[in-house]
């Protein structure tokens, strides 16, 4: 079968539904995918086109969407299931709102002055980010039922696709949120509990300061050991920020433990690191971290990125 181009999508007139593996991925909890990736296959079910996508993921640009929906074709989890001719989706857009999704409002964020918009990656570099962190995730051992070579590849080439996205906003931003991930309510109007997790005691201390001049209480743990007791005491922690280089493990295997425990598998985890490259990234899309913030940073990026994370 010739496999479907990666970004030229019909974005208006052509629809797109699961295909039986779709269907079987989508329902099933034990075939790793990230959240975002698991909620757009969801929404795919025939009824929907790339231009109204826009609507239900605000945060990826257009190239990202062809990105993300032709990354779904390639993987044989969607197929076109219809296509509308100019007067049929006249006619469709004359529905009322009610019945169909939201086109994206026209206030919708742009980036910032001075600073580049998103840029679709090439086919070439979603293959080397996939085929560096295919070991780490073979190794990781998330796939049920010792996945095939093929399997792990679609795994692998996923996160990849999703990667640049998150390395995108992070070059634009300095951090990136996910909008995808279920987490753990929040309690309204209580003052946020964060725990940071950093062996290096000048950055626990600024970071602390920040966090604390934001109005949020803070608890610093310097090692894994400490931060999985801080983690499962109580008052509970509402977010976690999270370093990946830690003196007796790294951040991946405290996330990967942390999504396996039943009283912390929907905690609040923002990676805080100087490792911001597409793989590590990637890593952390598999492991269901929240969002990404990179050393060095300025204050308000990070008073920013938490007011994200953690909504009043």
């Known amino acids: 079968m010739q496999k479907p181009t990666l970004f030229f999508i019909d974005n208006d007139s052509l629809f797109y539904a699961r295909t039986a593996l779709g269907e079987a991925s989508h329902e099933d ?75 994206r409002p026209a206030s919708a964020p742009t980036p910032p002055a001075g600073q ?42 996923m996160a990849a696709v999703e990667a640049t996205t998150t390395a995108s906003s992070m070059g634009r931003e300095g951090f990136f949120m996910s909008p995808d991930s279920p987490r753990q309510p929040l309690e309204p109007g209580a003052q946020r509990l964060i725990l940071v997790v950093e062996d290096d005691q000048l950055q626990a201390t600024m970071v602390s300061r920040i966090l604390e001049s934001a109005g949020y209480r803070v608890k610093v743990a310097d090692t894994g050991a400490k931060a999985s007791a801080a983690m499962t005491a109580r008052p509970a922690p509402d977010l976690v920020l999270l370093d990946v280089e830690l003196p007796d493990t790294d951040g991946f295997a405290l996330l990967k433990q942390m999504r396996a425990h039943p009283m912390l598998q929907w905690m609040r985890v923002v990676m805080l690191t100087s490792r911001a490259d597409r793989a590590d990234i990637a890593k952390g899309v ?9 050393k060095p940073f300025r204050p308000e990026t990070m008073k920013m990125a938490l007011r994200q994370a953690l909504p009043e």
């Open 116 to 157: 580049a918009p998103a840029v679709a990656v090439s086919e070439q570099e979603v293959q080397q980010i996939a085929e560096e962190i295919q070991p780490w995730l073979a190794e990781l051992g998330r796939t049920p039922n010792q996945p095939s070579a093929d399997g792990l590849s679609r795994t692998a080439r």
């Open 29 to 103: 909890a034990k075939v790793t995918m990230s959240p975002a990736f698991r909620r757009m296959l969801r929404e795919l079910d025939g009824t929907r086109s790339v231009a109204d996508l826009a609507a239900l993921f605000p945060h990826l640009d257009q190239e990202d969407l062809q990105m993300w929906v032709g990354e779904l074709l390639r993987q044989q989890m969607i197929e076109p299931s219809q296509t509308l001719s100019a007067e049929e989706r006249a006619r469709q857009r004359e529905t009322p709102q009610a019945a169909r999704p939201a086109a």
């Open 286 to 294: 598999l492991l269901g971290a929240d969002g990404y913030l990179t």
